[in-house]
């Protein structure tokens, strides 16, 4: 037997990607409103207005993924039905998207947080998507006939 949405996603990793998120959002946080300052102002008219777009897009990434793995935390405590997460409002928000061109004229420090927040948000992703694959659901006396034999 198939049943959808019951893919359990393994509470380390939600504790280890939850942790990196939280990092990443302190590191963003300090970078883009005090240490990136000066890297800002520096930047011409159009850039900076790009800086300020980037550090959005960064704590919108970010706060998409936090919510995602909240809820996955809230599913594995027994405090949320695995099929209430299934629920577009539970899922994992839309991103927006970077252009690469754009990142050309960012400072290193701004391009590697504003990377980092990509690549985490796509590895949270496959993971979301994760959830929709049907996985097969062995009954009882067939996982106990299964290490019988294995034992054997």
């Not at 520096?42 to 970010?62: P, Y």
């Not at 061109?101 to 391009?111: C, E, G, I, K, R």
């Not at 992703?125 to 049907?134: F, G, K, N, V």
Request: with cysteine; proline share 4%.
């Amino acid at each position: 037997m198939k049943k959808q949405g019951a893919t359990t996603i393994h509470r380390k990793l939600i504790d280890t990607l939850y942790v990196e998120a939280m990092l990443l959002a302190d590191e963003a946080r300090a970078y883009f409103d005090e240490l990136g300052r000066d890297e800002r102002e520096a930047l011409e008219a159009l850039n900076r207005v790009a800086f300020s777009c980037e550090s959005l897009k960064v704590t919108t990434r970010l706060m998409h993924i936090i919510a995602w793995l909240l809820t996955q935390r809230a599913v594995d405590a027994g405090e949320l039905m695995p099929h209430d997460a299934l629920s577009s409002s539970r899922r994992l928000g839309d991103a927006p998207e970077t252009e690469e061109a754009l990142l050309d004229a960012m400072p290193p420090q701004a391009v590697a947080i504003i990377n980092t927040s990509i690549d985490l948000y796509r590895r949270v992703a496959r993971l979301d998507e994760s959830l929709d694959e049907p996985v097969a659901i062995e009954s009882p006396a067939r996982s106990m006939m299964n290490r019988l034999a294995a034992a054997f």
